[in-house]
């Protein structure tokens, strides 16, 4: 035991100061400056936020060991606007903070606000197209399904929303084109078009593909049959669109001067109404309206 005594006299000291320094480096207080998205909570379904920071900085103090294994997950920043109205607002940042750690400051604690009234729009859905077909092909006018697009969004977004597309990218195709593809906006950016909806979100895009040859426009011609209601008459008819593109084979196009619709039935009717019919054409003719069109039938009193 009294072999070397200084010796081990001298470690015995530095190990009991080695812990003492570890056991209050474990029982110390530190501080920790955490990055926190901030949140928007209790929005009324009626407004939307257009302006608002995407982070707080939330600053906390706490024993060592727990404050240095604290994240952004961890904690939770928002602000809560269920009293609020369409305008500009300063509103308090609130902060909840996990346990064993003390909220010590807020950076911003307050934040400017900006909520706009939400509205809609109805918009028709065009197909914009790029490239074409292979040589000794064309394409005819697109058709898009559904023809229309219902964009939800604060009314100062949607004044510069210039239309509805869908993107369409042809390579030399051969066959007609036939694809589902998304909706998406003319005139917002990216950050802004996160604040609208758009209803539907996607859009059936039916393109022909005929052979060269020679094509037209030529008008349509409604076809009517029975009789309406006694005391009631036909009025005015109207078919929407007027004319449809046609295209096949030179000699058989050029003897098309019109398209007729299927029949339009008026038998017993006492009222105007709007039918969607077919299209009635030769069977090597092609028809860049493949859906049908809408007919307006006027019943009047006689």
Same mark, same amino acid.
Do not use: F
């Given at each position: 035991l009294g072999k070397n005594f200084i010796y081990k006299l001298v470690a015995v000291f530095l190990a009991v100061v080695l812990w003492f320094n570890a056991s209050d480096q474990q029982n110390a207080y530190s501080k920790q400056v955490v990055k926190v998205p901030l949140?928007?909570?209790?929005? $009324?379904? =009626?407004?939307?936020?257009?302006?608002? $920071?995407?982070?707080v900085e939330v600053q906390v103090e706490g024993a060592w060991s727990v404050v240095e294994n604290v994240d952004a997950q961890d904690f939770s920043a928002f602000v809560g606007l269920e =009293?609020?109205?369409? @305008?500009?607002h300063e509103a308090p940042v609130e902060v909840t903070v996990p346990p064993g750690v003390r909220l010590v400051n807020?950076?911003?604690s307050t934040i400017v606000? #900006?909520?706009? @009234?939400?509205?809609? %729009? #109805?918009?028709p859905i065009v197909a914009k197209v790029e490239g074409g077909a292979a040589s000794g092909f064309r394409i005819l006018t697109p058709v898009v399904e559904p023809a229309e697009a219902i964009i939800r969004g604060p009314e100062t977004l949607l004044k510069k929303? #210039? =239309?509805a597309r869908v993107n369409v990218t042809l390579n030399?195709?051969?066959e007609d084109y036939v694809k589902?593809? $998304?909706?998406?906006? &003319?005139? =917002?950016s990216e950050d802004e078009s996160f604040n609208i909806s758009i209803a539907p979100s996607t859009a059936k895009v039916f393109i022909p593909v005929v052979p060269e040859g020679r094509g037209k426009m030529v008008p349509l011609e409604v076809v009517l049959q029975g009789k309406p209601l006694e005391g009631y008459t036909v009025g005015r008819v109207q078919v929407e669109p007027e004319e449809v593109e046609i295209s096949g084979p030179a000699e058989t196009v050029d003897k098309i001067h019109s398209v007729k619709t299927h029949p339009? &039935? %008026?038998? @017993?009717?006492e009222s105007s109404f709007t039918e969607n019919v077919g299209l009635n054409v030769p069977d090597n003719i092609e028809v860049a309206q493949q859906v049908g069109v809408d007919v307006f039938v006027e019943i009047k009193k006689e």
């Open positions: 949140e928007v909570r209790n929005l $009324p379904a =009626s407004l939307v936020v257009t302006e608002l $920071p995407a982070n =009293s609020y109205k369409a @305008g500009k807020v950076t911003p606000v #900006q909520l706009a @009234g939400m509205t809609s %729009v #109805q918009l929303v #210039q =239309s030399n195709i051969r589902i593809l $998304p909706v998406t906006l &003319d005139g =917002s339009v &039935d %008026v038998e @017993g009717r």
